[in-house]
């Protein structure tokens, strides 16, 4: 049974960090693409960053670049999202998500097979 599971988000001033982890069980973690999406209230499911199997490229939206970082930790099955001088426009239900063998393109959140229940991040001004 696949598994993926988010932890690490919360309440954070702005400016402030958070790393968020998405811990992977069930699927052989080398053979997958993982991807970070967020959603705001009313709003759809925006891609945020990933990471691609067999070569682990990692891959950004713009607004992120420079603040995250997406990495992954094959031995513990876990990929993390470090989020870095956060804003309040990052306030967001945060997902991670797995498609196998997934190449191009990355971001439409309907090509992902599996998805965790989400962990929420708040952002205050």
């Known amino acids: 049974q696949v598994q993926l599971v988010e932890s690490g988000g919360g309440l954070v001033q702005a400016g402030g960090s958070l790393r968020l982890s998405c811990a992977a069980s069930g699927i052989p973690f080398s053979q997958y693409t993982v991807a970070w999406f967020h959603q705001a209230p009313g709003k759809e499911r925006e891609f945020v960053a990933a990471s691609t199997w067999e070569d682990y490229m990692t891959y950004y939206v713009n607004r992120v670049k420079g603040r995250f970082t997406i990495s992954r930790d094959a031995d513990r099955g876990t990929v993390y999202l470090q989020m870095n001088r956060l804003k309040p426009e990052d306030t967001a239900v945060y997902y991670c998500?797995?498609?196998?063998?997934?190449?191009?393109?990355?971001?439409?959140?309907?090509?992902?097979?599996?998805w965790g229940q989400g962990t929420q991040v708040t952002v205050s001004s």
């Open positions: 998500a797995a498609d196998r063998y997934r190449t191009s393109p990355l971001d439409r959140y309907t090509d992902y097979a599996y």
